[in-house]
Every structure is written in C-alpha cells, then in structure tokens.
C-alpha cells in the first residue's frame, strides 16, 4: 500500500475527471418521485437551487390517487439483497415480499432522521407516526408478489438479484413509501448502490 503511494499513474486523463480517476457523467436530484438531472449538454446547471425537503414533494395520497395505476411493476434498477435474519417476509430465493420492502424503508428512514438503531421498527418511529406507519404495515402483510422475472447479479456485482416484481391492487395509502423506498434503497448493501428499483405502471414497461 505505501508503494502505491508513492507510484504515479500513466493513465490518460478525461477531461471530465477528478481527484480519485473518477469520471462524472451525470449528476441527479430527488424532486418529489422523479429525479432531476443537473447535467444538460455535459455542463453542471449551477442555477439549480435543491431544497432539502424537496425530495418529499407530491408524495400525497391524493397524487396517487390521480396518477397511479392499480398494477404496478417494480424494476430493481441495482441488484438486491435481503437479510433473512432481520425479516421472516421472504421467498425461498431472498425475494422480498412487500412487508420486508415497508420494513426496510422505516429502517433506512430512520437512520437518516435520528442515527437511532433498534431491532424493534417500531421503536424508531415518532409516536405521532405510528398509527398511520402500522396502517402501511398491516395492509403490506396482505399483499404478495403476482409475478416475478428475475435474474442472478452479476458475480463482481454486490447483491443477490436484478429484475422485475409485480404486484397487483397496491393501495394508494402505500404508494408514497414505495416511493421513498424508490430513493433511499432497501436491503442491504445499500452504500454500493444494491436495492435501486423504480416503479411503473404494467402497460408502460
């Protein structure tokens, strides 16, 4: 290690790299549940004013109602993997059923909230949350996978599982934490990107 360095790289650089040989090709933004791009035409918009919060927009109830279908399709954009030891809600294969994907996103929510970690999840929600969060959870339960296509990751690649779930009826009460879910990852792994899906409706994909 102290040899490397020491020793200089004879790597043509790209114009486009920084500090660590790293090339940044496209920088995205959470708004609401679409991501925004801060790269147009290979330039940085640096009049783009991010919001803290604004991740948060539209995820009401009645967004969905007005915008989501009834059959959803959910796209594992990273491969994803599942502890079995912390949910008991998973398939034969470690494929999550929806309680383990609500169970993951309170767990992540939390984190990022508090830095509080408890093996109860419902230890890490705030008291004025808790009636609605239970509500997600216990429709979640009664929820299972239609169908599924999946495909083993890659063996240099983190993760179990790439591919597609589907899912029928989800209720729009359940909508805007699959959301969030969309974009803080689920499962574990997530520092290298595993448990990224988006969601779409049957007929666009």
Not at 44 to 60: F, S, V
Not at 96 to 101: H, L, Q, S, T
Not at 135 to 148: D, G, H
Request: a neutral charge; proline letters at 5%; charged letters at 20%.
């Amino acid at each position: 290690m102290e040899k490397m360095g020491y020793t200089e790289l004879n790597i043509p650089q790209s114009k486009l790299s920084v500090w660590g040989h790293f090339d940044i090709i496209s920088v995205w933004v959470a708004n609401g549940n679409k991501w925004e791009s801060l790269i147009q035409g290979s330039e940085l918009n640096l009049r783009y004013d991010p919001k803290p919060l604004q991740w948060n927009n539209d995820l009401t109830e009645a967004y969905y109602n007005k915008n989501m279908a009834k059959k959803i399709k959910l796209i594992w954009i990273r491969p994803f993997e599942f502890d079995i030891q912390s949910t008991s809600h998973l398939t034969d294969k470690f494929i999550p059923e929806m309680p383990a994907i609500i169970e993951s996103v309170i767990r992540r929510w939390s984190f990022f909230a508090s830095q509080r970690i408890q093996k109860d999840i419902w230890d890490l929600i705030p008291t004025h949350l808790l009636v609605e969060v239970k509500k997600a959870w216990e429709i979640a339960c009664n929820m299972r996978i239609t169908s599924y296509n999946l495909i083993p990751a890659l063996k240099h690649e983190p993760g179990l599982w790439s591919g597609e779930l589907s899912y029928e009826n989800i209720p729009v009460f359940l909508m805007p934490y699959l959301d969030m879910a969309a974009l803080l990852h689920v499962g574990k792994k997530t520092h290298y990107g595993c448990g990224t899906f988006a969601l779409c409706k049957q007929e666009e994909y």
